[in-house]
């Protein structure tokens, strides 16, 4: 699909017809469109067609040229005649099958994946992140659109406001004739297909409230589907997302990094005032580690450098730590011996993960399902140590960590070893 026909001339009532057209406001971090365009061009989309209003004009002009999109703004003088009339504007700019877009809509990677895939309206049988009370609802038969509106009882689907549609779509606009036409109207009148993209992550953002909401879904649908250990399942991120709900529009990635690195060495250095005042501070430091990864997937400035950073400054910080609690508590050499081993497993259990990533390009949680299962990731390891600190059982944690680090290391071996002979 080489081009996407994106409808934005409404005034935005319901905003209180602010300055700034509703694709354009910024929700963590990006604008609504930029989202959704960046995604889409990934995918192949080569030119996108902006229908708007008078008003909005140069602000969608001074968009496209900011983020150097490809693209066409087109003004619609009358967009009282709705948004039919808005998508038939377009005539003279698409001659082949094209997407069709409300810009008020925000959409998931995995949904445009999914949608671009079929033909006609993309409906939605498991809305899981709109009200559907206030959505439009799609009767179906024989996979065509029988019925459409918010006024249905009973509906198959939910309709996403993303169509993948023909040149033959305009023909049935000037059937209809009409001096206000909506976009339901054209969708029934050509009993245009149906494709269904159920449960997967978008929204509609009509009122400052929905801004809100909006921003916590992208919140929440940033946290990494894998790697995650079980403290930063139920623990940290229910901690870790609220922290980047409010700092997601005020700090860069990279700075919410340095900020994680500086508390985490901070807490090593409490340790020579207090360690269980220390052992509080490292995990503190380990909840808002998950905040820049948050941060950068939600406002979408994710990075292979952010990430290699911010996995060489945790290493520093684990290994600062267990030093400084090490010196401040150990005296024999059996047990400098055990610490050693403690502090070189932590090592290598991140190491052993990203080495494979690295040799097979790959991520290992990804491949190997039982990897989920293996204890001691590193925010299972930052808790226990907090919980060791408090009860002054250093020794105790460094034999643990001794423990379950290298048999960690020792069980991933074994699994990649047994991957790659299948």
Same mark, same amino acid.
């Given at each position: 699909?080489?081009?996407?026909?994106?409808?934005?001339?409404?005034?935005?009532?319901?905003?209180?017809?602010?300055?700034?057209?509703?694709?354009? /406001?910024?929700?963590?971090?990006?604008?609504?469109?930029?989202?959704?365009?960046?995604?889409?061009?990934?995918?192949?989309?080569?030119?996108?067609?902006?229908?708007?209003?008078?008003?909005?004009?140069?602000?969608?002009?001074?968009?496209?040229?900011?983020?150097?999109?490809?693209?066409?703004?087109?003004?619609?003088?009358?967009?009282?005649?709705?948004?039919?009339?808005?998508?038939?504007?377009?005539?003279?700019?698409?001659?082949?099958?094209?997407? %069709?877009?409300?810009?008020?809509?925000?959409?998931?990677?995995?949904?445009?994946?999914?949608?671009?895939?079929?033909?006609?309206?993309?409906?939605?049988?498991?809305?899981?992140?709109?009200?559907?009370?206030?959505?439009?609802?799609?009767?179906?038969?024989?996979?065509?659109?029988?019925?459409?509106?918010?006024?249905?009882?009973?509906?198959?689907?939910?309709?996403?406001?993303?169509?993948?549609?023909?040149?033959?779509?305009?023909?049935?606009?000037?059937?209809?004739?009409?001096?206000?036409?909506?976009?339901?109207?054209?969708?029934?009148?050509?009993?245009?297909?149906?494709?269904?993209?159920?449960?997967?992550?978008?929204?509609?953002?009509?009122?400052?409230?929905?801004?809100?909401?909006?921003?916590?879904?992208? /919140?929440?649908?940033?946290?990494?589907?894998?790697?995650?250990?079980?403290?930063?399942?139920?623990?940290?991120?229910?901690?870790?997302?609220?922290?980047?709900?409010? %700092?997601?529009?005020?700090?860069?990635?990279?700075?919410?990094?340095?900020?994680?690195?500086?508390?985490?060495?901070?807490?090593?250095?409490?340790?020579?005032?207090?360690?269980?005042?220390?052992?509080?501070?490292?995990?503190?430091?380990?909840?808002?580690?998950?905040?820049?990864?948050?941060?950068?997937?939600?406002?979408?400035?994710?990075?292979?450098?952010?990430?290699?950073?911010?996995?060489?400054?945790?290493?520093?910080?684990?290994?600062?730590?267990?030093?400084?609690?090490?010196?401040?508590?150990?005296?024999?050499?059996?047990?400098?011996?055990?610490?050693?081993?403690?502090?070189?497993?932590?090592?290598?259990?991140?190491?052993?993960?990203?080495?494979?990533?690295?040799?097979?390009?790959?991520?290992?949680?990804?491949?190997?399902?039982?990897?989920?299962?293996?204890?001691?990731?590193?925010?299972?390891?930052?808790?226990?140590?907090?919980?060791?600190?408090?009860?002054?059982?250093?020794?105790?944690?460094?034999? /643990?960590?001794?423990?379950?680090?290298?048999?960690?290391?020792?069980?991933?071996?074994?699994?990649?070893?047994?991957?790659?002979?299948?």
């Amino acid at each position: 699909m080489d081009k996407a026909v994106i409808l934005a001339a409404g005034l935005a009532k319901r905003m209180g017809e602010p300055e700034t057209p509703k694709g354009l /406001i910024k929700i963590a971090g990006r604008e609504i469109l930029y989202r959704n365009m960046k995604i889409l061009e990934n995918l192949g989309v080569k030119e996108f067609i902006i229908i708007t209003n008078t008003k909005y004009y140069k602000k969608f002009e001074e968009f496209l040229k900011k983020y150097n999109f490809k693209g066409k703004v087109v003004i619609n003088k009358e967009p009282e005649r709705e948004n039919g009339y808005s998508l038939y504007l377009a005539k003279d700019y698409v001659k082949e099958p094209f997407i %069709l877009m409300m810009s008020d809509h925000i959409y998931g990677e995995d949904f445009l994946k999914e949608a671009i895939k079929g033909e006609g309206l993309v409906a939605d049988r498991e809305p899981r992140y709109i009200d559907v009370e206030e959505a439009t609802k799609v009767k179906v038969l024989n996979n065509r659109v029988k019925d459409i509106g918010k006024h249905l009882k009973e509906f198959d689907a939910v309709d996403t406001g993303f169509f993948i549609l023909t040149p033959e779509i305009f023909k049935t606009i000037e059937k209809i004739n009409k001096e206000k036409i909506t976009l339901s109207e054209v969708m029934k009148e050509a009993e245009v297909k149906v494709h269904f993209v159920d449960g997967k992550f978008w929204t509609d953002v009509d009122t400052p409230e929905e801004i809100k909401r909006a921003k916590w879904l992208l /919140i929440k649908n940033s946290i990494k589907g894998t790697g995650d250990g079980f403290i930063s399942r139920y623990i940290n991120r229910k901690i870790s997302t609220r922290i980047s709900y409010f %700092l997601v529009d005020h700090l860069t990635p990279n700075q919410m990094t340095v900020i994680s690195f500086i508390l985490g060495i901070l807490s090593a250095l409490l340790c020579f005032i207090s360690i269980p005042l220390g052992g509080i501070f490292y995990q503190i430091s380990s909840i808002v580690d998950g905040v820049d990864g948050e941060i950068a997937r939600a406002s979408m400035r994710t990075s292979k450098l952010g990430g290699y950073i911010d996995s060489i400054l945790d290493r520093y910080v684990d290994f600062f730590f267990l030093l400084v609690l090490a010196y401040l508590t150990i005296s024999s050499t059996l047990m400098w011996v055990i610490a050693c081993l403690a502090i070189f497993g932590s090592v290598m259990v991140s190491y052993s993960t990203e080495r494979y990533k690295a040799a097979f390009g790959r991520d290992i949680y990804k491949d190997i399902k039982e990897m989920k299962y293996l204890i001691g990731k590193r925010d299972e390891r930052v808790f226990l140590t907090m919980i060791l600190c408090l009860l002054q059982k250093v020794e105790l944690l460094f034999i /643990i960590l001794a423990i379950i680090t290298n048999i960690r290391v020792i069980l991933t071996l074994y699994l990649v070893c047994k991957k790659v002979r299948e």
